[in-house]
């Protein structure tokens, strides 16, 4: 059992830039991979970015060049760096952490991306 904290959200203009931190605490043995997840209204929860322990990252389609995804093994926290942000960006951001038999979810922190 993990649990998850996420802050760095808020209101951006387009074009802007936030980063996002999760911080992990409790049962964090043998995690072996961290993501962000989103969601926006209407829209199903998808994966945005991921990293395993080994460092290896993936993003979805629609936010490669403009999203990084890192990790800080030392204080267990993974980081989402947004640049070039849009409006369709806009969605609740959730942090997601897997280990061998469990998949914990932080509370989600919202991002809004509006002039």
């Known amino acids: 059992q993990v649990q998850l904290v996420e802050s760095g959200g808020g209101l951006v203009q387009p074009g802007g830039s936030l980063r996002l931190s999760c911080s992990a605490s409790g049962s964090i043995f043998s995690i072996n991979f961290m993501g962000w997840y989103r969601q926006a209204p209407g829209k199903e929860r998808e994966l945005v970015a991921g990293i395993t322990n080994g460092g290896n990252t993936n993003y979805a389609d629609s936010v490669k060049g403009r999203f990084t995804i890192s990790r800080d093994n030392a204080k267990n926290t993974v980081y989402l760096q947004m640049n070039s942000l849009k409006p369709e960006d806009t969605a609740v951001y959730y942090c997601?952490?897997?280990?061998?038999?469990?998949?914990?979810w932080g509370q989600g922190t919202q991002v809004t991306v509006s002039s």
């Open positions: 997601n952490a897997r280990q061998m038999w469990t998949n914990s």
